[in-house]
């Protein structure tokens, strides 16, 4: 869950790291591990559509035992993740048919390059 530690020692296992050095005394959120099913479930929501919001976030977050704070966040990263691998993929179809231009290329050695580039369907 989204359990915080206080700096106070009420810690049993260990003394509570600051979370950030600005104060003597913050707390800092441990991180949510989520169960199999949990993370099943998510997903299956995921795949319908990549943006929860309103009703149906507090809905999923009640029937998941999670907080709503929980399911948007799941949400957030899922879809920095999902772009992530789409842009891997894309890259990678490019590079396939030798369209990628090298990283290092100014402006010039890409206009160079423009005339042999192929449109590729994604």
Same mark, same amino acid.
């Given at each position: 869950?989204?359990?915080?530690?206080?700096?106070?020692?009420?810690?049993?296992?260990?003394?509570?790291?600051? +979370?950030?050095?600005?104060?003597?005394? $913050?707390?800092?959120?441990?991180?949510?591990?989520? =169960?199999?099913?949990? @993370?099943?479930?998510?997903?299956?929501?995921?795949?319908?559509?990549?943006?929860?919001?309103?009703?149906?976030?507090?809905?999923?977050?009640?029937?998941?035992?999670?907080?709503?704070?929980?399911?948007?966040? +799941?949400?957030?990263?899922?879809?920095? $993740?999902?772009?992530?691998?789409?842009?891997?993929? =894309?890259?990678?179809? @490019?590079?396939?048919?030798?369209?990628?231009?090298?990283?290092?290329?100014?402006?010039?050695?890409?206009?160079?390059?423009?005339?042999?580039?192929?449109?590729?369907e994604l």
């Amino acid at each position: 869950g989204l359990e915080l530690s206080h700096c106070a020692g009420a810690d049993p296992l260990g003394p509570a790291v600051p +979370w950030r050095s600005g104060g003597p005394c $913050k707390m800092k959120r441990v991180r949510t591990v989520f =169960k199999p099913e949990q @993370l099943e479930r998510l997903e299956q929501e995921f795949l319908k559509q990549q943006y929860m919001v309103g009703t149906e976030r507090v809905d999923l977050a009640a029937t998941l035992h999670l907080t709503e704070t929980q399911v948007k966040v +799941w949400f957030q990263n899922r879809r920095i $993740k999902w772009r992530k691998q789409s842009m891997e993929q =894309k890259k990678a179809k @490019l590079s396939q048919f030798g369209v990628i231009q090298p990283a290092s290329a100014d402006s010039t050695d890409v206009k160079e390059h423009e005339e042999d580039t192929v449109d590729v369907e994604l």
